[in-house]
């Protein structure tokens, strides 16, 4: 799966939110939205309103393409209840974001590239597709000659980051575990997200 490569700092600064989780802070020189003099403020349409919010989720969880993203929602739509619970809670139980949420790396875009370079186990074995889905009770850890890696180290020192009350950390083994499927009002999303709008917008793909 390719990589994201376009222009973090720009998005960060468009939802005036260090989104990303960066450890330099990409809005503390630059705290205007990107342009010569600033974005300007207009009344957004009913589908403008849908796609700044799908945009917001997709950059929370590491720019995922709209594919992906589309997927997840159809998936979301098989199962029974709350719709956009579900999608929610798809996209929080990816490997990559339980990887990030658990502290093993720094940021969304670092775990990507964990999961996707093989230092990350689940259950004991080693998984890099960074889109599969943790079920409560699966221990995710980093295996043995990467647990020293200096990327793994420096996000662990990071506190600034509260652990979610459905995962557990074992931070000496570098291990942790979904201890729960997470509800939408547990989810530390970084700004808010309305996320039935997504659901809205993502139905007219379908």
């Known amino acids: 799966m390719a990589r994201y490569r ?6 960060a600064r468009k939802f005036s939110v260090n989104i ?15 342009g010569v003099h600033g974005a300007k ?3 957004k349409s009913d589908f ?27 998936r979301a739509l098989l199962e029974k ?13 990816r490997l990559d974001n339980v990887v990030y949420r658990l502290r093993l ?30 079920s409560p009770g699966t221990t995710i850890s980093v295996k043995p000659v990467s647990k020293n890696m200096k990327l793994i180290l420096g996000a662990q020192e990071n506190m600034s980051r509260e652990l979610p009350s459905y995962l557990s950390l074992d931070a000496a083994s570098r291990s942790g575990q979904l201890l729960a499927h997470p509800e939408m009002d547990q989810v530390p999303l970084p700004l ?3 996320i039935p709008l997504v659901c809205e917008f993502l139905s007219h793909s379908t």
Do not use: W
């Open 6 to 11: 376009g222009p973090k700092n720009r998005i």
């Open 20 to 34: 990303f989780g960066k450890l330099r802070n990409p809005m503390l020189h630059k705290q205007h939205p990107p």
């Open 41 to 43: 403020k207009k009344k």
């Open 48 to 74: 403008g309103l849908q796609l700044e919010e799908q945009q917001k989720l997709k950059a929370v969880y590491g720019m995922l393409p709209q594919k992906q993203l589309v997927n997840f929602y159809k």
């Open 81 to 93: 209840g709350n719709t956009a619970q579900i999608f929610l809670r798809s996209l929080e139980c």
């Open 105 to 134: 790396a720094p940021t969304i875009f670092a775990a990507q590239q964990l999961v996707s370079h093989g230092h990350i186990l689940v259950n004991g074995k080693k998984v890099d597709r960074r889109s599969f889905q943790v």
């Open 192 to 194: 808010p997200i309305n």
